[in-house]
């Protein structure tokens, strides 16, 4: 079964950029559908972004402009580019992949998943 890995987590300031990276063990996410969520205490995940039919992105209202999601085949890797940062930013980001199709905005839509990585802003 494929897995995959976040990294790049940190705490920055507001207004800092960090790029996150989720890493797949199979060549198969390069054709799958991926996302990003985010989860924050207390709170429920939530949809940050998706990538899916090769390059069609979709973005959250709270971080569209903001946030770049993208993908290198080559690395069976992809990013998210965060840039102005927010304290409500402040969540652990998960990766997400599948071919469960639906609208790919809820977490039902994704089969597997990485195990997060903690991102701070402090204001």
């Known amino acids: 079964q494929m897995r995959l890995e976040e990294s790049g987590g940190g705490m920055v300031q507001a207004g800092d950029s960090l790029r996150l990276s989720c890493a797949a063990s199979?060549?198969?996410?390069?054709?799958?559908?991926m996302a990003w969520f985010r989860q924050a205490p207390g709170k429920e995940r939530e949809f940050v972004g998706m990538?899916?039919?090769?390059?069609?992105?979709f973005y959250d209202g709270s971080v569209k402009g903001r946030f770049t999601i993208s993908r290198d085949k080559t690395k069976n890797t992809a990013y998210l580019q965060m840039n102005s940062l927010k304290p409500e930013d402040t969540a652990v980001y998960f990766c997400?992949?599948?071919?469960?199709?639906?609208?790919?905005?809820?977490?039902?839509?994704?089969?597997?998943w990485g195990q997060g990585t903690q991102v701070t802003v402090s204001s």
């Open positions: 990538l899916r039919w090769g390059n069609y992105t």
């Open positions: 997400a992949a599948g071919r469960r199709g639906g609208n790919g905005l809820l977490p039902t839509s994704y089969d597997t």
């Open positions: 199979a060549r198969t996410f390069n054709t799958d559908d």
